[in-house]
């Protein structure tokens, strides 16, 4: 049994076959077989096996012809280690005595070979390894034959476990048998992450080296919550797990039905909560749950696995989809956020040659430079202004200038469709997400010009902090707590107080229940968060009084770490949630 532990980001326990995608690429189905079949699987491998050795000996041939011996030798070892008795006599034993089918029995001792190669402290070696995993591959492809089974086509539940997935990777997951994945790289609030919420499966990300351990098709635990991956539980465990799952259902379920109905705190303080959607169908999600509306609609999603371009039309039912489920509550349609990690298919010249893609052609920026692009979108979203209170909200707006020049577009765009004589909804609120340091640091000027603001904390910390979102190796300096984030969250509140403008929070930060009752002690009012998180920011919220936030909030401001800030809201947990509530993360 092997323990690993990285970032959850998605609660929840998962229990399934590893799908181990990049090294594998296909799953092995079945990893015991019957005593009785033992021989006849023997066969099945020494013929996988010959057949990798006739593939290896033609490219060896290939080789020397074109490239001379040298070149050849490469794949000369590579049949010298296939053909190994001792390599050979291990799988056959454990197919023998442990049942193992020869798939299993191959990933299992090749890994091992392969692993003890990387552990050598020899650079050399250690890059023999992937010899070894190009073997297990090709014995692979041979022993399964027909069965292979690739991740887009996976007929029963995986866990899928991966280097890294990038967003359109992972908004591509099949949802009907993905149960849940696990990825060595990614930080918390990187967009792979925040759509493992989307998709509403268990997550892990940064769990470091570890798909060398794993082998296809065995059995894995993910505790989303409490960031833990165990490989190849024991009984113990494993029952240990099932309980745990089967508690973990108990409690949403007992949330969920608490959603009901306005939150307010004991004294009677409004506070809105909406949902953060990736996908038009989560806006059904978040009204199941108890949303007063949808505070962050990343519209960009559309674009993600889609090798074609977005038409006015794709972007306008979308749109539809989403108020359908809210006909008269906010739905706020951020503008393209595109760039960065997120890249559509279609557009990837657009983004070619850009060093450091978080400080370059980005979001708005990329809206600004194609102008059709970002026209298209804005035409959409104006026309469905006129089924449901919509709001266009504009990202990582970065100065005064690039606000009002983003605002003059939409003003074309009304132009436009006036002469046109198309419906819109022409008093449509314009609001600015506040995600880069500048925005929040003229927060006061932005209050004149904009409707509503939308703290994007994901964004803020990282450029506050300077602190990469995705990297896990920087995670321990990417943090919410810190007191340079609170000092630029209570300056953009009391911008907006100050303006009689609306503020909310749409990071992630919003989402985690410890920082509930210091944002509203500080004076946050809306919330806007992932569709799981709904309910218990809800339950916190009737769970405190006005009066409870604010002494939070001015405990806050005494300490000077954000280390004991954090130790310190965690403690506070205890008093607005019950503890058979409690997140364990
Ligand atoms: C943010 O930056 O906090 C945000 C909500 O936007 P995104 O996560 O999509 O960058
Ligand atoms: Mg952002």
């Not at 990049?22 to 189905?29: A, K, L, S, T, Y």
């Not at 060093?355 to 970002?374: D, K, M, Q």
């Not at 298209?376 to 009002?404: C, H, K, N, W, Y």
């Not at 896990?472 to 919410?480: A, D």
Request: glycine share 8%.
């Amino acid at each position: 049994m092997l323990i690993k532990h990285g970032i959850g980001v998605s609660p929840g326990i998962a229990i399934g076959p590893a799908f181990v995608l990049g090294v594998e690429d296909f799953r092995v189905p079945q990893n015991y077989v019957s005593v009785a079949a033992a021989e006849s699987e023997i066969s099945r491998l020494h013929a996988a096996i010959n057949k990798v050795t006739e593939e290896i000996s033609a490219n060896e041939c290939l080789a020397e012809q074109h490239l001379g011996k040298q070149y050849a030798a490469i794949f000369a070892a590579h049949l010298q280690f296939l053909r190994d008795p001792k390599l050979i006599a291990e799988i056959e034993t454990r197919i023998r005595e442990q049942h193992q089918s020869p798939e299993f029995a191959s990933t299992q001792v090749l890994r091992r070979y392969a692993k003890e190669l990387q552990n050598l402290g020899n650079q050399y070696l250690a890059e023999r390894a992937a010899d070894i995993f190009d073997l297990e591959r090709s014995l692979l492809r041979h022993l399964l034959g027909e069965q292979r089974e690739e991740l887009s086509h996976v007929t029963a539940p995986v866990v899928v476990l991966a280097h890294n997935l990038t967003p359109s990777e992972t908004a591509n997951l099949n949802r009907e048998y993905v149960q849940a994945f696990v990825t060595e790289v990614g930080g918390s609030t990187s967009h792979t992450a925040i759509l493992a919420g989307a998709l509403e499966i268990p997550a892990i990300v940064g769990v470091g080296d570890f798909l060398t351990d794993v082998s296809g098709g065995e059995l894995i635990i993910v505790d989303g919550e409490e960031g833990r991956v165990i490989v190849g539980p024991d009984d113990d465990t494993l029952n240990l797990y099932r309980e745990k799952q089967a508690s973990a259902r108990t409690k949403v379920q007992h949330l969920q039905s608490r959603v009901e109905g306005a939150a307010e705190t004991r004294d009677g303080t409004r506070i809105f909560v909406y949902g953060n959607i990736e996908f038009p169908e989560e806006a059904e999600h978040c009204r199941i749950r108890g949303a007063d509306g949808i505070g962050l609609y990343r519209t960009e999603f559309l674009y993600m696995g889609s090798g074609k371009e977005r038409t006015e039309e794709d972007h306008y039912q979308a749109y539809l989809n989403v108020i359908r489920s809210f006909p008269d509550r906010p739905v706020v349609i951020r503008t393209l956020d595109l760039g960065a990690d997120k890249i559509p298919g279609v557009m990837r010249h657009v983004f070619r040659d850009i060093s450091n893609p978080e400080l370059g052609l980005r979001s708005i920026r990329v809206c600004l430079e194609y102008l059709t692009l970002f026209k298209t979108q804005l035409r959409a979203a104006l026309r469905a202004g006129v089924e449901g209170d919509v709001r266009i909200m504009f990202p990582l707006i970065s100065s005064l200038s690039e606000f009002r020049q983003a605002k003059m577009v939409v003003r074309d765009v009304w132009e436009d469709l006036d002469e046109q004589g198309i419906p819109f909804r022409r008093d449509m609120p314009v609001g600015m997400m506040v995600e880069v340091p500048s925005a929040a640091l003229m927060a006061e000027e932005f209050a004149r010009e904009a409707d509503f603001f939308s703290i994007g904390t994901n964004d803020l910390i990282q450029y506050t902090l300077a602190a990469d979102r995705s990297d896990p190796s920087v995670s321990k300096y990417y943090n919410p707590a810190d007191p340079a984030i609170l000092m630029l969250l209570r300056r953009v509140f009391a911008a907006g107080e100050q303006a009689g403008i609306p503020v909310t929070i749409c990071g992630q930060m919003s989402s985690d229940p410890k920082f509930v009752p210091l944002l509203i002690g500080m004076g946050l009012r809306q919330f806007s968060v992932t569709p799981q998180a709904i309910p218990v920011v809800k339950e916190m919220i009737r769970n405190m009084s006005l009066a409870d936030a604010q002494e939070v909030a001015q405990k806050v401001t005494q300490f000077e770490l954000a280390r004991d800030i954090e130790s310190y809201l965690r403690g506070e947990l205890r008093r607005f949630l019950p503890e058979d509530h409690f997140p364990q993360g």
